[in-house]
């Protein structure tokens, strides 16, 4: 079933009732909602987008995106406040981020007004699958553009879609906000200088598979991935970007052409800045781990995981030893939420509150 643009659902507020679902146990995956949204870039234009039901996708055998990996994603969510509203953080950077990642693999770049428009229609769409407040859970929303158009040899494709599709979520991480292992990858590299490691493509997320599923094997819980050059410095790890506090209290993460521009890491320098941790992007060699005292790794996906471990070699640094997670850590991950979830002020305008199709 499909729903066109002019045939928007009425989900005002005060008339959404919940889907029935365990919303403290959510896992961090894929489920079933009302709505995805398609648009369709040909000849030279977007359409103006259509709501269905249905979940799968019509491709062309040939199609850029099976073959030649043209696609790119998006990742951002929206959250319940404790007044009942919904809320997005920071989707204007999730905007510009996919325009940069379409331009790089030469797809047609969505606007920003109409990413922003896909994101509030796709929500109130799916208004009752917001997770309520105090949950703990969030909607994730997942924006991607594929190359759809047919093309046999390496080109561009004459045709793209956009979709946008939500789901519930709970924490990343099964253990939410309790510190993880990680180890040091040398035998994987995720991206490399010059390459497509800066934009948000599945190919970098493809390369590190095997990378983590391996760690996970070893009883850990992902990898942290060495530049691919040099083999000295920290990138980052396999979902999200990583910072480490020095004994005098700095927030330092990687500077590193390969790494993919977090808008979490963006907010956390800021929000450290504020908390006077004096924040840095800088090469990170591989020997600082075992002089940080706390770290973490930050993104869309688990906001932040604390670090417990890093093993590197034969050496391991430990930098949660009572199994909870530093002070600077745990202060920026609760100032960052409670600015989600507009339980503290928004001085800096990152969150931009959903209108109801009444509104």
Not at 110 to 118: G, K, L, N, Q, S
Not at 135 to 153: D, N
Not at 281 to 303: M, P, Y
Request: overall charge neutral; aromatic content about 10%.
């Amino acid at each position: 079933m499909s729903v066109f643009a002019s045939q928007r659902p009425d989900v005002a507020t005060s008339e959404v009732v919940k889907a029935t679902l365990d919303w403290a146990s959510l896992p961090f995956g894929y489920q079933k909602t009302d709505y995805n949204l398609r648009y369709t870039w040909r000849d030279g234009a977007w359409d103006d987008g259509v709501l269905t039901s249905d979940e799968i996708i019509p491709l062309h055998i040939a199609a850029t995106c099976l073959h030649y990996g043209q696609e790119c994603f998006e990742g951002l969510k929206a959250f319940e406040t404790r007044r009942g509203d919904v809320v997005v953080f920071r989707m204007d950077e999730n905007a510009q981020r996919m325009v940069r990642s379409c331009r790089k693999i030469l797809m047609e770049p969505v606007p920003e007004p109409m990413f922003i428009d896909a994101v509030e229609r796709i929500i109130n769409a799916n208004r009752r699958f917001v997770p309520p407040y105090g949950s703990g859970a969030s909607l994730y929303i997942r924006p991607l553009v594929i190359g759809t158009g047919p093309q046999i040899g390496v080109r561009p494709a004459s045709e793209y879609m956009f979709i946008v599709l939500v789901t519930p979520v709970g924490p990343y991480f099964k253990t939410g906000f309790t510190p993880v292992d990680l180890v040091v990858e040398e035998d994987v590299d995720r991206a490399a200088p010059l390459g497509v490691g800066d934009v948000k493509v599945g190919g970098n997320y493809a390369a590190g598979i095997r990378a983590s599923v391996a760690a996970k094997k070893r009883g850990f819980s992902e990898v942290l991935y060495l530049d691919a050059k040099e083999k000295r410095f920290i990138d980052e790890s396999g979902p999200a970007n990583f910072f480490g506090v020095t004994k005098d209290g700095q927030y330092v993460t990687p500077a590193s052409p390969s790494v993919l521009p977090s808008i979490t890491n963006k907010s956390l320098l800021t929000l450290a800045k504020e908390m006077g941790m004096r924040p840095v992007q800088r090469s990170i060699g591989v020997e600082e781990l075992f002089d940080f005292v706390e770290a973490g790794c930050c993104g869309t996906a688990a906001v932040i995981t604390p670090v417990a471990s890093i093993t590197h070699r034969e050496r391991k640094v430990v930098y949660a030893k009572d199994g909870r997670a530093g002070p600077l850590t745990t202060q920026l991950y609760q100032q960052l939420r409670a600015i989600q979830v507009g339980d503290v002020p928004d001085p800096h305008g990152w969150v931009r509150l959903v209108p109801t199709p009444h509104e």
